[in-house]
């Protein structure tokens, strides 16, 4: 098997579509499915079961897909083992480019400062900001060396997790919102109005649900509303009667856009954690990165 034609099965495992996989790799979709059948005569098995539109994979095609993921993972490490080694032989300082994947919501406010702040402190590292709507994937398929995002119990198997800081949860509403009209505020009276969060993709919109499923028992969904970044929560909130969970962090902000920032005792605790692949090698950058986040010697 040749290397290329393990990319192009990869890639073509991400896209899911000839069409897709083939724009990614800057080929044209005829060069690649010939490369996919070359490949699959000399397994000998269907890989992908096709159709007009998408293409799956087969039970064979997912355990190829399983260990091209490590080969490809071997391979990288070796590069940048090596690519580590020459460079301590040079003595030379180098310039280093970390991926970093987090969300959207992150880079726009508290993370984008904490990344400003790293790149300052080590001129020889660039950090590359990627926007993911699942930072998992983006680890486990080489797109980012680390991951940053909310603290989940389930970490997938392949990864280590390392937990940054933590801040408080609050609740938001436009000033002059009827809710702030009663004198003492409970969460029952949040029953009657819509909420407004992040869509199902963010992996802390699964803590604020199992939050408000065990603080809300009886209220309907039916007028809450998902988006996916920070600013809208911002906008409708500070314009209709909807109200957020956010965190404190944004409190800056909401004073200039007339929200009202609400404390309670029973919001949850949003912890954010480092992401990174067991089995990564640790080039001296990457590990400079790593320890300038956690405050751990790697």
């Known amino acids: 098997m040749e290397l290329s034609h393990l990319h192009y099965f990869l890639t073509l495992c991400e896209q899911k579509q000839f ?8 080929i044209s979709q005829a060069a ?53 080694f020459s460079h301590d032989l040079s003595k030379q300082p180098i310039t280093t480019t970390i991926n970093v994947s987090l969300f959207l919501n992150d880079l726009e406010f508290k993370l984008n400062s904490t990344l ?15 926007i993911s709507d699942n930072i998992f994937k983006s680890l486990e398929t080489l797109e980012s060396d680390i991951g940053i ?11 280590n997790k390392i937990d940054l800081y933590s801040n ?13 009209k009663n004198p003492t505020l409970t969460l029952d009276l949040f029953n009657d109005y ?10 802390e919109t699964k803590i604020l649900d199992d939050w408000m499923q065990k603080n809300f028992p009886t209220r309907s969904k039916e007028n809450d509303i998902q988006v996916d970044t920070t600013e809208l929560i911002l906008y409708m909130v500070r314009n209709t009667d909807i109200f957020s969970i956010v965190p404190e962090y ?25 992401y990174y692949l067991k089995n990564k090698y640790m080039s001296t950058q990457l590990k400079q990165t ?9």
């Open 32 to 84: 690649l499915s010939k490369q996919i059948k070359n490949l699959e005569d000399e397994i000998g098995t269907i890989l992908f079961d096709r159709n007009s539109t998408t293409c799956q994979l087969t039970p064979a095609g997912k355990i190829l897909e399983m260990h091209g993921w490590r080969i490809k993972q071997e391979l990288f490490y070796i590069r940048e083992e090596v690519n580590d």
């Open 250 to 274: 944004l409190e800056t902000y909401l004073k200039d856009l007339n929200i009202t920032s609400i404390t309670h005792s029973a919001l949850p605790i949003r912890q954010m954690s480092i």
């Open 19 to 26: 069409t897709r996989a083939s724009h990614a790799l800057g």
């Open 168 to 180: 408080n949860y609050q609740i938001i509403v436009r000033n002059g919102h009827p809710l702030l």
């Open 290 to 298: 790593l320890a300038a986040f956690t405050n751990h010697t790697f």
């Open 116 to 130: 400003s702040t790293l790149f300052h402190e080590h001129h020889h590292l660039n950090i590359n900001t990627i």
């Open 149 to 159: 995002g909310p603290s989940i119990k389930n970490v997938p198997p392949p990864l």
């Open 194 to 203: 819509p909420f407004v969060f992040f869509s199902q993709t963010f992996l």
